[in-house]
């Protein structure tokens, strides 16, 4: 009888003993898969607020470039990121666009040089794959369409709309083309853009 109640004592000894050898190793399991969980890389488009400061160039096209050339400017962009694929996005800025001598259908009709700037206020939806991103906009620009020669100014309000396509080259840095255009009364004008960006997250 003794030599059996040792022996279940010594049974529940090293049962007890290996149940806590199993639980420490859990534990150990668990804070390691926590710690590699918090020490992960910051996601390309990490969930919540995002902000870009951007320079852009424009090249007139359609109608615009019969009076203008190139067009320089900035713009700032917010986005907020529902998660890595999909956002939502508001951007203004200013674009000024280069006057040159009016011409149409290879004619140049001399002076009367027309000086064009842009301030658009735009709502967005950026889909994104990986680094590359799809962003179609929709919104309203103030135009100003200045005479060189004799000062007189036009300041009208259009519609405007964009599609963009860009890529981020770093975490941070962003790259993205664009043909954006006004509607406006008396015709419409248009333009291919290139933006160079700078983005950061920031609060959730």
């Known amino acids: 009888m003794k030599k059996?109640?040792?022996?279940?004592?010594?049974?529940?000894?090293?049962?007890?003993?290996?149940?806590?050898?199993?639980?420490?190793?859990?534990?150990?399991?668990t804070k390691t898969v926590v710690t590699t969980y918090n020490g992960k890389p910051r996601e390309l488009r990490p969930i919540g607020s995002e902000l870009s400061i951007g320079v852009e160039t424009g090249l007139a096209v359609g109608n615009l470039k019969h009076y203008s050339s190139m067009g320089v400017g900035g713009s700032v962009k917010y986005a907020y990121n529902f998660n890595e694929s999909m956002a939502a996005t508001f951007q203004s800025g200013y674009i000024s666009f280069i006057s040159k001598n009016p011409t149409h259908d290879g004619t140049n009709y001399g002076n009367g040089k027309i000086k064009t700037s842009q301030i658009p206020?735009?709502?967005?939806?950026?889909?994104?794959?990986?680094?590359?991103?799809?962003?179609?906009q929709l919104g309203v620009s103030l135009l100003r369409q200045k005479m060189i020669d004799t000062g007189n100014s036009d300041n009208t309000t259009g519609f405007t709309y964009a599609g963009n396509i860009?890529?981020?080259a770093t975490?941070?840095?962003?790259i993205s083309v664009r043909y954006e255009g006004i509607s406006k009364s008396g015709g419409s004008i248009g333009y291919l853009g290139l933006r160079l960006?700078?983005?950061?997250?920031?609060g959730k």
Not at 121 to 136: I, W
Not at 171 to 174: A, E, G, L, S, V
């Open 4 to 29: 059996a109640l040792l022996l279940v004592s010594v049974c529940f000894t090293q049962l007890f003993a290996f149940a806590q050898t199993t639980t420490t190793t859990t534990i150990t399991t």
């Open 197 to 202: 960006a700078y983005s950061f997250p920031f």
């Open 171 to 174: 975490r941070d840095f962003d």
């Open 166 to 168: 860009g890529v981020l």
């Open 121 to 136: 206020f735009k709502a967005g939806f950026r889909y994104s794959l990986g680094r590359f991103y799809m962003e179609p």
